[in-house]
Nanobody, 116 residues
Framework: QVQLVESGGGMVRPGGSLRLSCRAS????????MAWYRQGPGKQRELVAY???????DYGDSVKGRFTISRDNDVNTIYLQMNTLKPEDTAVYYC??????????WGQGTQVTVSS
């Protein structure tokens, strides 16, 4: 019964940066992990990054070195700093929260478009 609201999506030129936010509300008793997933045109949905309550972080291979996931002192708020954006990063980005990556609740998604 967790609601997730993403913000920060938009259009940016290649090489630019964008910062996404996801705020969770409701019962968080089953939230051990919050994550970002994305699905681009003609692509399968893939893990972008996740962060656990214990602070464990992992990234998808396609974004390592360019994206950074973080949280504020409210464990139910996460961010995704996206740098050196490429056209291949164009996708709908979804926030996820639950007992593990890809499990539990999902946000509505926010569109990120990287185009010149």
């Amino acid at each position: 019964q967790v609601q997730l609201v993403e913000s920060g999506g938009g259009m940016v030129r290649p090489g630019g940066s964008l910062r996404l936010s996801c705020r969770a509300s409701g019962s968080g008793s089953s939230i051990w992990v919050m994550a970002w997933y994305r699905q681009g045109p003609g692509k399968q949905r893939e893990l972008v990054a996740y962060i656990s309550r214990a602070g464990r972080i992992d990234y998808g291979d396609s974004v390592k070195g360019r994206f950074t996931i973080s949280r504020d002192n409210d464990v139910n708020t996460i961010y995704l700093q996206m740098n050196t954006l490429k056209p291949e990063d164009t996708a709908v980005y979804y926030c996820n929260a639950g007992p593990g990556p890809g499990l539990g609740s999902w946000g509505q998604g926010t569109q990120v478009t990287v185009s010149s």
